[in-house]
């Protein structure tokens, strides 16, 4: 069965500073990969996603993530935050022979940020 | 933009009650899911449809809930009789032919007295 791991709880990131979100998957074979942020009260919106090809993906928002087979990650990282990027965060995977699957979610990642 | 609606936004009844949740899927999508996320368990697949027949419901408790697309434009998900353990956010998914990505609804806030 396939996992995903979102090692961090919580995260606190000063404003204008860098920020890695860590995501590891279980899979037996290639799977697709996305990151959505999800707003208080909010529903998930669609950050990024890897299908196939480069393994460094851009998103929206200034988001990016690269994708390493050897290590089952799929990290996400952003150069400089703002406020507005406080939320949470979940990585997600499906098998792509499933196209159509459900996803499976990691726990999430609450990003908080500092002024 | 195209969106995925989700009624009602909020839902509190009392144990025992029927809920029905409704989502709107984006025009021209084929595949609709159904989530709920819960402090404990965040977010688990419930069930899912593609062209309007149901291909997983084995996240579903199946004695009381029930999911159904009465036509391409309208998925429901039933709660019968609801508990209290039952409350937390249920949200609707759906995505194009191919299957992903999938775009979701704001989702609908259940809380079971």
């Known amino acids: 069965a396939q996992s995903v791991t979102q090692p961090d709880i919580h995260i606190t990131v000063s404003e204008g500073a860098s920020l890695e979100l860590r995501c590891n998957y279980s899979?037996?074979?290639?799977?697709?990969l996305f990151w959505y942020v999800q707003s208080p009260g909010q529903g998930l919106q669609l950050l990024l996603k890897?299908?196939?090809?480069?393994?460094l993906v851009q998103g929206i928002k200034g988001f990016e993530a690269e994708f390493k087979r050897s290590q089952s990650s799929f990290n996400l990282r952003k150069p400089s935050v703002h406020w507005s990027d406080a939320a949470e965060y979940f990585c997600?995977?499906?098998?792509?022979?499933?196209?159509?699957?459900?996803?499976?979610f990691g726990k999430g990642t609450h990003l908080i940020i500092q002024p | 933009d195209a969106r995925v609606t989700q009624t009602p936004r909020d839902k509190v009844t009392e144990m025992g009650q029927e809920v029905t949740m409704r989502c709107q899927p984006i025009?021209?999508?084929?595949?609709v899911f159904w989530y709920r996320q819960t402090m404990m368990q965040g977010l688990e697949l419930l069930a899912y449809?593609?062209?309007?027949?149901?291909?997983?419901d084995s996240g579903m408790p199946k004695d009381r809930f029930s999911a159904e697309m009465p036509d391409a434009t309208l998925a429901t998900l039933k709660i019968q009789p609801s508990e209290p353990r039952d409350s937390a956010v249920y949200f609707c998914?759906?995505?194009?032919?191919?299957?992903?990505?999938?775009?979701f609804g704001d989702g609908t806030r259940l809380s079971i007295l």
């Open positions: 998914a759906s995505s194009p032919t191919g299957g992903q990505p999938q775009h």
């Open positions: 890897y299908f196939s090809g480069d393994t």
């Open positions: 025009l021209g999508h084929n595949t």
């Open positions: 449809f593609r062209n309007r027949a149901p291909l997983d």
């Open positions: 997600a995977v499906v098998g792509s022979g499933g196209g159509a699957d459900g996803l499976t």
């Open positions: 899979y037996g074979a290639t799977p697709y």
